[in-house]
C-alpha cells in the first residue's frame, strides 16, 4: 500500500527531530483528502489536523502531548512509530478522542513535565524502553481499527 508517502520526509531537513511526525500528518491528510485543503502543512497547535466527511481527527505518534485540544476532535489517528509509518499511514489506528486519552491513563503511560518556557505539559510516557509497557501499549491499540479498514467503511 506504500504510495508517493516516501517522498514526503524530504521536506524536512535530516536534522530536525521532529520530522517524521510530520511527515506521518501530511500523508495523513493526502490519504484522508488527496490534496484538498491543507494537506501539505502541518496544523497549528490548537487546530484540527485534518477533517474529512465531518469528521475531526488529530493526527498523534509517539509520546506527544495530551493537551486539552486533543478533546474537540472526534478521533485521532495514532501511530506508535512514525518512523516505521510515516510512509504506511494505513497502519495507524483510528480511536476515539476520549477512548485515547483513558487508554494512556489506564495503562499509566502518562507524565506531567516541563517544558523550556517552564509550562507543564502532559504528554504520553515512553513505553519503548520496556517491553512490558510497550506490549501493553500494542494490545491495547489491537482492539480498534486502522486507518485503512476505517476508511474503508466510510
Known sequence: MTTNYTNTINQFKATD???????FEINVKHFLNGNRGNANKVS?????????????????????ELNDDILKNDFIIYTPDNVRDYAEVHRAYVIPAQAFVDMFYALGLVRTKKSTNGQLKTTIQSFRNSKRKTEMLFNALAQY??????????
Open 17 to 23: 527531530c521532529g520530522r517524521y511526525g510530520k511527515a
Open 44 to 64: 497549528a497547535k490548537g487546530k484540527t489536523d485534518v477533517q474529512n466527511k465531518g469528521i475531526k481527527y488529530e493526527v498523534k505518534s509517539n509520546c506527544g
Open 145 to 154: 481499527s486502522t486507518l485503512g479498514e476505517w476508511v474503508a467503511t466510510l
